[in-house]
């Protein structure tokens, strides 16, 4: 059985959920009790380690996907408020100045005490990000929180082990290469993993020396807002780190044309809830009645409800666009001929809940179990979409596993497991799915300049 997720990099990522048991396994023991009304103190533009007002005045709401009822009013950042981010940024990185003096080793463990930070306040973060977001509390306090905790002291580890080469070369000569921060950094990250992608584009850039201007999702800005009071409790300089809740055709046009914005790196478009949902799965002929028949009956007692209910396995969707985007997709998957083997409607009234769906030989954009008996045919199958992220092969064949591995045209293939991510491992996608990758060394070279410097000798010795 082949399980493909060939989809776009947006979200780039649940994490390691494949490792956790069920969230109907939980204990009350093993995750502390969730703060189901949290207060929210911080709604503002985070500029040079202070929360302001936005230049318009203007605010927008930010709701809790479960009810429908909006949590509270934040800043709502734009034009203006990226111009005053970018120059607390840039002089934050002028030459000479803290940040730019700073010891390796220093910017190393300001990252491990933002850690320590988030760490301490682990409970209220994942509560927070349950609120703002809906997905289980059970999956932010286990998975997310957990990882960004990880993601953090592993870019802390390498701030002080980026370095050059020397190099021989011809002549009476020294040469040898420095790397050296890019500069500013514009950072627009998504609504689905919020603390996550977050932590994902903090670690490499600070890890290297950047000073950063973030956007927020305007659907999930709560959590980033808390974290960057975090950033100014562990001691960055002001201006190193600038966050910005608004929307992208304001906040995020103004990051990206901004000319005196150096890189700028951003998760896309999202077309579900996690990147790397499985929405194609391939399954062998002899085993493919029984596989959907499995399913749909995994797919019935799946728990959907309260995400602040450890028994719950499913939370609403985002917001209501997004539901309603899904709910299309349903009954697109209908109206091409495709047999709904279960759900596929929407839960309640109140909140963004959809039933767990599940389609039979389905070749639309949603949710799909679909027959194979050629190896080759299913991996050219696999591959004839324009995304590219991640995809798995289940399967006791070792030369099967590693014909797939090699075959497919993704980033990530997973072998007999799914979805499993760690901050040492790169994440990203071929083709439509993103260039470059997070986690893991590979990510720190987005966001370092090679430098080559040449000194004349007056002679030469080996």
Not at 416 to 423: F, G, I, K, S, T
């Amino acid at each position: 059985m082949l399980r493909n997720v060939l989809r776009h990099s947006s979200f780039l990522k649940a994490a390691a959920r494949a490792n956790l048991p069920s969230a109907a396994a939980y204990s009350a023991p093993a995750i502390p009790e969730p703060i189901t009304s949290p207060d929210i103190p911080y709604t503002g533009v985070f500029i040079n380690n202070e929360f302001h007002k936005s230049e318009s005045g203007k605010q927008f709401p930010t709701i809790n996907p479960a009810t429908g009822e909006v949590i509270t009013m934040v800043e709502e950042g734009d034009k203006a408020d990226v111009e005053k981010a970018v120059k607390a940024a840039r002089q934050a990185f002028e030459l000479n100045s803290d940040w730019r003096q700073m010891d390796a080793y220093d910017r190393g463990q300001l990252l491990n005490r933002l850690a320590d930070l988030i760490e301490r306040d682990a409970v209220y973060l994942a509560s927070l990000e349950t609120l703002d977001n809906g997905k289980p509390y059970s999956n932010s306090f286990m998975v997310d929180v957990a990882l960004v905790v990880k993601n953090l002291r592993y870019f802390a580890g390498w701030a002080d082990k980026i370095h050059g080469q020397t190099i021989p070369t011809d002549g009476p000569h020294f040469a040898y290469t420095r790397h050296e921060p890019i500069g500013v950094c514009g950072q627009i990250i998504p609504w689905n993993f919020p603390l996550l992608m977050q932590a994902w584009k903090f670690g490499p850039a600070l890890a290297t020396g950047n000073t950063i201007v973030m956007k927020l999702a305007e659907q999930t800005p709560l959590t980033g807002l808390y974290v960057a009071k975090l950033v100014a409790e562990a001691g960055f300089p002001a201006g190193v780190v600038n966050v910005i809740p608004g929307y992208g055709p304001s906040a995020g046009a103004a990051i990206a044309s901004h000319m005196d914005v150096d890189k700028v790196a951003f998760t896309g478009s999202t077309e579900g809830q996690c990147c790397c949902a499985g929405t194609r799965i391939f399954v062998e002929d002899a085993i493919y009645d029984e596989f959907v028949e499995r399913s749909v009956e995994r797919a019935k007692i799946r728990q959907v409800g309260d995400p602040f209910d450890l028994k719950t396995e499913q939370g609403p969707q985002v917001d209501e666009e997004q539901m309603n985007k899904i709910l299309s997709l349903i009954e697109s998957g209908k109206k091409e001929g495709a047999k709904m083997c279960f759900g596929g409607k929407r839960v309640g009234e109140k909140g963004y809940f959809i039933e767990p769906t599940v389609f039979a030989d389905i070749f639309g954009p949603v949710q799909q179990i679909m027959r194979f008996s050629d190896i080759n045919d299913v991996i050219k199958r696999a591959n004839a979409t324009v995304y590219g992220l991640a995809a798995a092969v289940f399967t006791k064949d070792l030369d099967k596993a590693n014909m797939f591995a090699q075959g497919l045209r993704a980033g990530t293939v997973w072998i007999n497991c799914y979805d499993v991510l760690n901050a040492q491992t790169p994440f990203g996608g071929y083709k439509m799915s993103g260039q470059g990758r997070e986690n893991s060394e590979y990510a720190l070279r987005n966001y370092y300049e090679v430098k080559a410097v040449i000194t004349k000798l007056p002679v030469k010795n080996a």
